[in-house]
């Protein structure tokens, strides 16, 4: 099965002025982000601004940068949806593609009780039975929290490999790791509690914080994987300030914000987001200058 590494970026869509995508920055930035720290980039995520991509721009991306990090880093695509048929159909097509995975959001607005989230994941899973998913629970914007009972179920299908845990609980981190095997990845969904998570058996984090300090988030993990807690408590007291403010208002707002700032012409994000109000820029500047970011 395959192996996403320690650091996951999910990365953002750049946009062009007129607001269609910008695949030749997308392109620019996949290989920078390869070369910065990033084992695997998260494609047409949250942070990737997918509710405002049509499937055909996200199919094109999955592309473009399968293409840009080929040799360099693993593509994860981000297929699902709260349809479950369109996620079927969504997730096969970028097996096709010979993309390394598929990201699985918790299905949004409709709130499926537990027992449908389960046939929701185990419908997508054996529709492509060879093609690693990753689970995504994401309560603060799905309005459904993916219990870790139902979590445990589902890592007992063979290409269900992992979950995106982003719900800010650590007692729930704690039992995904009581339930399920070891084998089974368990990534921070939030930079700041990458740390915790590690403590509790993770594996990694998909970050958005990494397009800025990808090698850092390396450093840190590597850190605490070689026993010393001591410089990856550092490194992640050093961060957080970074990682607070990424969250300043809904992601990815900061983050196109900080991208502008160090030259990259990623765009505003589409409607119904909108760009970084100017109190909040200043907030901004201020932390990525004392990490010398900018």
């Known amino acids: 099965m395959v192996n996403f590494g320690r ?66 880093a693993k593509v994860m695509a981000g297929t699902g949806s709260n349809s479950t048929e369109e996620a079927i159909t969504a997730t096969q097509k970028a097996a096709k593609l010979r993309i390394d995975g598929s990201l699985q959001v918790v299905p949004y607005y409709n709130k499926p009780p537990q027992s449908g989230l389960y046939r929701h994941f185990e419908a997508i899973a054996k529709s492509c039975p060879d093609f690693p998913l990753m689970l995504y629970n994401v309560p603060s914007r799905t309005g459904q929290n993916l219990q870790p009972e139902t979590v445990a179920r589902l890592a007992e299908i063979p290409n269900i490999v992992a979950i995106k845990e982003a719900s800010g609980n650590f007692d729930q981190a704690s039992q995904l790791r009581r339930l399920t095997p070891p084998e089974f990845a368990l990534y921070s969904g939030d930079d700041s509690f990458t740390l915790a998570m590690l403590a509790v058996g993770g594996t990694g984090v998909v970050s958005v914080a990494s397009h800025l300090v990808g090698k850092e988030l390396q450093q840190m993990i590597q850190a605490f994987e070689a026993a010393k807690t001591a410089l990856a408590t550092e490194i992640h007291l050093k961060l957080f300030p970074l990682f607070k403010v990424l969250f300043c208002t809904a992601n990815p707002i ?15 994000p589409r409607l119904p987001l909108c760009d970084l109000p100017v109190e909040l820029q200043h907030e901004l500047e201020t932390v990525l200058k004392e990490l010398s970011l900018v």
């Open 7 to 72: 650091v996951l970026t999910a990365m953002i869509t750049p946009f062009r002025d007129e607001g269609g995508v910008n695949y030749e920055v997308a392109e620019r930035l996949a290989a920078h982000l390869a070369d910065n720290g990033s084992d695997t980039l998260v494609v047409c995520g949250t942070t990737g601004e997918s509710p405002t991509l049509t499937w055909d721009e996200e199919y094109q991306l999955f592309q473009v940068v399968q293409k840009a990090v080929a040799g360099k």
């Open 254 to 268: 900061p983050l196109k914000a900080a991208l502008k700032l160090q030259g990259w012409e990623v765009g505003s």
